[in-house]
Nanobody
Framework: QTHLVESGGGLVQAGGSLRLSCAASGRTFSNYVMGWFRQAPGKEREFVAGISRSGVITKYADSVQGRFTISRDNIKNMVYLQMNSLKPEDTAVYYC??????????????????WGQGTQVTVSS
């Protein structure tokens, strides 16, 4: 069993930055492909970014490409999402996800076995 806990959300003005963190516990962290998803009210959960087990390969949604950066630390069992140039449309609950079988950047949230509780990100205009 893998337990994920997100932190770092908050309220920020448009153009600002936030760094989300996800702490993982349980089985060997480096066995898992990790992803960040988000869900806005009334919308389906959507893929934001993904990172391979080693951290070498990263994938991004077109909407965040060039603004967000995903990274991981397999020693500390952490994954991060650095979000720059935030826009009001980035407002959502952000979730960390893990799975040992998916390919990096798999955008189907139903393929991920483990999820955190989510952290709210609100971007004001």
């Amino acid at each position: 069993q893998t337990h994920l806990v997100e932190s770092g959300g908050g309220l920020v003005q448009a153009g600002g930055s936030l760094r989300l963190s996800c702490a993982a516990s349980g089985r060997t962290f480096s066995n898992y492909v990790m992803g960040w998803f988000r869900q806005a009210p009334g919308k389906e959960r959507e893929f934001v970014a993904g990172i391979s087990r080693s951290g070498v390969i990263t994938k991004y949604a077109d909407s965040v490409q060039g603004r967000f950066t995903i990274s991981r630390d397999n020693i500390k069992n952490m994954v991060y999402l650095q979000m720059n140039s935030l826009k009001p449309e980035d407002t959502a609950v952000y979730y960390c996800a893990a799975d040992s079988q998916v390919s990096t950047g798999n955008s189907d949230y139903r393929r991920y076995d483990y999820w955190g509780q989510g952290t709210q990100v609100t971007v004001s205009s």
